[in-house]
């Protein structure tokens, strides 16, 4: 079965801190994997989309990794802001008729 | 450009009513995708559409919902008749294609239904 698991669940961290949120999927065949921020009552924005072939795209202080191999990526947040705090989506696109997997998403807490 | 732009914002109604959700994509855009979202299910995506005729309405739950793109600017999603587990908040998204490309999210619907 498709699925996208986002870990954890939620998160609180201090302003300045780094973080690192996981997604593992089982989406397959694979075709690539994007990175949504969404902040309260707004619709998701794109971070990073990875095909296949690329491991590591930033944007920002965003930096998203992608193992294919073992069907892993992480979103690492450097230097976290207040405005950084929202849920993170991961969606997985699969080739072919696989439809898109959609994460549930990483609640991300930035406090002062 | 505006971005996607979706209406109302906010939606209350009674059981049994009839609503229907308004989208007007990026111009130029190809693809249009309506989504589900709830705190239980996350983001669902329920039907898409490119060039206007719809492709994949698997996401679709029952048949009280429909979603219509007369033109490549406008399109609708009706419930009819709506029911509470309806309530969530509805995204519409648009893009230039469909593989790799950046979908750009509207602001949402709020739908509650009481």
């Known amino acids: 079965k498709n699925q996208v698991e986002q870990s954890p669940q939620s998160l609180i961290i201090l302003e300045g801190k780094n973080c690192t949120l996981q997604?593992?999927?089982?989406?397959?065949?694979?075709?690539?994997l994007r990175w949504y921020k969404q902040d309260t009552g707004r619709g998701p924005v794109s971070l990073t989309i990875m095909t296949f072939s690329e491991n590591t795209k930033s944007n920002g202080r965003y930096t998203a990794t992608l193992d294919a191999d073992t069907k892993q990526s992480s979103l690492h947040i450097t230097a976290s802001q207040l405005s950084d705090s929202a849920s993170y989506i991961c969606v997985v696109r699969g080739s072919g008729n696989t439809p898109l997997v959609f994460g549930k998403g990483t609640r991300l807490s930035v406090i002062a | 450009d505006a971005g996607v732009i979706q209406s109302p914002r906010h939606e209350v109604t009674e059981m049994g009513q009839e609503v229907t959700l308004r989208c007007k994509p990026i111009?130029?855009?190809?693809?249009l995708f309506w989504y589900r979202q709830t705190m239980m299910r996350g983001l669902e995506l329920l039907i898409y559409f490119n060039n206007n005729v719809p492709i994949d309405d698997s996401g679709m739950p029952e048949d009280r919902f429909s979603a219509k793109m007369p033109n490549a600017s406008f399109s609708t999603l009706k419930i009819q008749p709506s029911e509470p587990r309806d309530s969530a908040v509805y995204f519409c998204?648009?893009?230039?294609?469909?593989?790799?490309?950046?979908?750009?999210f509207g602001p949402g619907t709020r739908l509650l239904v009481l």
């Open positions: 111009s130029g855009h190809d693809y």
């Open positions: 997604c593992n999927y089982t989406v397959s065949p694979f075709s690539n």
């Open positions: 998204a648009s893009s230039l294609r469909q593989g790799a490309e950046t979908q750009y």
